[in-house]
């Protein structure tokens, strides 16, 4: 019964997220075009697949890991558990939180592979490259970097330096690697970052961080507990044209041996399936 | 392999098997956390196998969903407008999609109303639940009109090839002049509101919308110019949002 509801209330919620932008797109279809939509009955059960899959997402994220993730971000960063206590010591150093950080870096790892935005992006990305970008590897770039940032992030929580200063170097480090960074990849790393934060992420993300300021002395969580979001957005950035530069590199070095070597051939899709199958559909 | 992919009635089970493949590792992290690092076990068992059910099922279909309906959709239209070359159309396009699908985000809704709490304790605005609503309102509209102009800039930089990384950067130069002046209890609400602004519904259409466009636009390259739409929607609220804070609450 209490799921049922909870169903009802998703079906609501995620309906008002999706109504203003089928709407818009409709009408621009019919009022500015004044053009039928082409193929409207595959379109429409796609929108209503995709309606039904966000709303079952949301609902199942609610019933299983969310609130596991929650509780483990407070157990985690509880004095009890940490250092047998019921309060933290004042003089507690930074490398005691060392199960916070691997959480973290873990949890924003796996988060980031089961993100449906990225999924959706590492596709698009493999198509328009021809197959150039593979959506696995860099799906596995964007999660590095998401882990990395999130375990910075807590780090910085937990020292309690100033988010401004971290946030400008990852930006100088960033404006830097532009510069030598395969143009081809630049929009795609700068878009990589945004996207993670989506669905799974944030709610696991957030959690993590306003426990932690809670539980952490000197430390205020509306002022130190927001600001994790933006560490899982901008490190992605770096992997991710780190990436492409390590690519770059080692195919320069073996494009002299591969020369007579057939192409490989290209895989698409989600990373699975071939481009025939784009057109063999029902 | 091949033979089996193309079979009708096996396709859905490959879809469900990678929905499942995709959140292996994250139900690893949890279980291993809990049961070897806490050791504790699960509160609710039933009901997270349940819920793990559900997620499955609901990846694969949203997954199959985008790419029968607002995938080609907003594809065609943005071909369709760009063939119109009405750019004036584009425009108002662009700024409606931007601000229609953050306006409902939930997770915004559900970061401006934290964001409320934060300043009225921190006693930034006036005490009291009307002052709060009334906060978090203006604080979701100000995200939202900053998703809809960075489409909108995004639109003319894909139409006239301006370079993706001069607006990035700018933004980022924007973002760390703007900091020393911003009062310390929005940098926080406000750096975060650029990620939670891009949310799972409004990222495929974005890249759709970019892509789209640079495809059908000679002289773009969809991989050079595509994509960074997002990028930018989330660079903007982070500016707009500190902004509206030295606006209101002034320079301290």
Request: with cysteine; glycine share 10%.
């Amino acid at each position: 019964m209490e799921i049922l509801l909870e169903l009802l209330s998703a079906l609501a919620g995620t309906f008002m997220d999706l109504v203003p932008i089928v709407a818009a797109m409709v009408g621009f279809q019919l009022l500015v075009l004044r053009q039928p939509i082409a193929n409207w009955r595959r379109m429409a059960i796609g929108i209503l697949y995709t309606y039904i899959g966000l709303v079952l997402f949301i609902v199942g994220l609610e019933k299983s890991l969310l609130p596991v993730g929650e509780a483990m971000a407070r157990q985690l960063s509880d004095p009890l558990f940490l250092f047998n206590a019921a309060q933290a010591p004042p003089d507690a150093l930074w490398s005691s939180y060392g199960w916070v950080y691997l959480f973290a870096a873990l949890i924003g790892f796996s988060a980031t592979l089961a993100e449906p935005a990225l999924l959706a992006v590492a596709t698009k990305a493999c198509d328009v490259s021809q197959g150039a970008i593979k959506p696995f590897p860099l799906r596995m770039a964007v999660a590095t970097g998401v882990a990395i940032g999130i375990a910075l992030g807590a780090f910085r929580i937990v020292t309690g330096i100033p988010i401004a200063y971290c946030i400008v170097t990852g930006y100088v480090v960033v404006i830097i690697q532009t510069c030598y960074a395969p143009r081809m990849i630049v929009a795609l790393a700068y878009d990589s970052g945004s996207v993670t934060t989506s669905t799974v992420t944030v709610p696991l993300v957030a959690a993590l961080g306003l426990g932690l300021a809670a539980t952490i002395p000197g430390r205020n969580p509306a002022l130190d507990g927001l600001g994790l979001i933006v560490f899982a957005t901008l490190f992605p950035v770096m992997t991710v044209m780190g990436y492409a530069q390590l690519v770059e590199c080692l195919s320069m070095r073996t494009v002299a041996r591969r020369r007579n070597a057939p192409p490989l051939p290209k895989r698409c899709g989600l990373g699975r399936k071939t481009k025939t199958d784009e057109h063999g559909g029902r | 392999m091949q033979s089996l992919y193309r079979s009708p009635l096996l396709r859905p089970f490959f879809w469900v098997r990678d929905s499942a493949r995709d959140l292996l590792p994250i139900v690893v992290v949890v279980a291993g956390f809990q049961l070897l690092v806490l050791q504790k076990p699960f509160p609710d068992l039933g009901g997270m196998l349940g819920g793990i059910f559900m997620l499955i099922l609901g990846l694969t279909l949203f997954s199959r969903g985008l790419e029968m309906g607002l995938f080609p959709l907003g594809g065609a239209l943005a071909h369709a407008l760009a063939r119109k070359g009405n750019l004036l159309w584009l425009s108002v396009f662009a700024f409606a999609m931007g601000f229609s699908t953050t306006v409902a985000e939930p997770a915004l809704v559900a970061m401006a109303g934290k964001a409320a709490e934060v300043a009225s304790t921190a006693r930034l605005i006036e005490p009291g639940e009307s002052a709060q609503a009334a906060y978090a309102l203006h604080l979701r509209y100000v995200v939202a009109v900053s998703v809809g102009i960075a489409l909108l800039f995004g639109v003319l930089r894909i139409i006239r090839g301006w370079p993706v990384h001069h607006w990035i950067l700018g933004g980022y130069c924007t973002v760390a002049l703007l900091t020393p002046f911003a009062p310390s209890e929005i940098i926080g609400v406000a750096y975060d509101s650029g990620g939670v602004a891009t949310s799972t519904v409004t990222v495929p259409l974005t890249v759709v919308l970019g892509v789209g466009l640079a495809s059908c636009i000679r002289g773009r390259n969809p991989m050079v110019d595509g994509f960074g739409l997002v990028a930018f929607a989330s660079l903007t609220p982070i500016v707009f949002v500190m902004g509206y804070g030295v606006f209101l609450f002034g320079n301290r």
